[in-house]
């Protein structure tokens, strides 16, 4: 499983490489650091151009050692990791990333900074969520992070998000092979539970998956009430939600359930698209 972790030279950004290689070295892959410099819009012939070159060959510099001394570390092989520093926005390196490499998963820091201000700005969590349709795991700055992952809780409502998120989340399991939850929110004047434990499992049969899993059906009203109770009494590994896609304008009026879980939960956690 290839996995691209965007960097800053923070501890708290070690936290994501840290994960990111323990994941590769349970499941295989390879690990690719990312760091951005930032850049405005400037001609080649600007001053500025060659301060923003110097600090980009800076920071492939310390990438190059920072490399280096978590092949030693870890005993990891050339082929295993390696870096790249760009120019521009954290959101363009990525996506420009994502374009010349074969990367399955991002994996990537968040806060738990909540209110208008920051739905207005935008966090870097949001700004991936909202332009970048790759799988996505968000580790808490805070939170526990656990390799390899035994444990897994898959959070789906709709009939569409079981049918355009299971076979890849069924995919990705097969991979991991954890037990895992499935936990679907139903509506108790349309319940479509067994048509969706229907889904689940004829795709489940037809990947021929083997992994072990327990199908639950919640009518709470309230999701994060009902996910922050069982967590209470059930402890998991990763917890892997659906994201619909919306427009930025919807997303900066009302948070969506993913970031509203995103920045209050301290597991790991997946994000994948509809």
């Known amino acids: 499983m290839n996995i691209l972790v965007p960097y800053e030279f923070t501890p708290k950004g070690d936290i994501a ?19 951005v410099v ?47 520093a760009k120019n521009g926005t954290i959101l363009q390196g990525i996506e420009s990333t994502l374009e010349k490499y074969d990367i399955d998963v991002i994996c990537m820091n968040t806060h738990n900074k909540v209110g208008f201000f920051y739905k207005l700005m935008g966090s870097v969590s949001e700004q991936v969520l909202q332009h970048v349709k790759t799988p996505t795991l968000f580790l808490h700055n805070e939170g526990v992070n656990t390799v390899p992952i035994q444990r897994m809780l898959f959070l789906v409502s709709d009939l569409k998000q079981i049918e355009k998120s299971v076979p890849s989340f069924i995919g990705l399991n097969k991979k991991l092979n954890a037990t895992v939850d499935v936990m679907h929110f139903a509506e108790k004047e349309h319940d479509l539970s067994l048509e969706a434990m229907k889904e689940f499992k004829d795709e489940y049969e037809k990947q021929s998956a083997t ?20 967590m209470v009494t059930e402890k998991y590994d990763l917890i892997v939600l659906v994201k619909r896609d919306r427009s930025m304008f919807s997303e900066m009026l009302v948070q969506s359930t993913s970031m509203y879980f995103l920045h209050r939960i301290k597991t790991p956690m997946l994000i994948l698209h509809d």
Do not use: W
């Open 38 to 84: 930032p850049i405005d819009v400037i001609s080649i012939e600007s001053p500025a151009y060659i301060f923003v070159s110097e600090n980009l060959d800076l920071a492939q510099t310390h990438l190059n050692k920072l490399v280096e001394d978590l092949k030693v570390k870890h005993n990891i092989g050339d082929d295993k990791i390696s870096c790249i």
């Open 17 to 35: 490489v840290n994960f990111a290689i323990e994941f590769m070295l349970n499941y295989s892959g390879k690990v690719t650091l990312l760091h």
């Open 211 to 230: 992994f072990n899993y327990e199908f639950i059906v919640n009518y709470a009203d309230d999701l994060y009430l009902a996910i922050k109770e069982r």
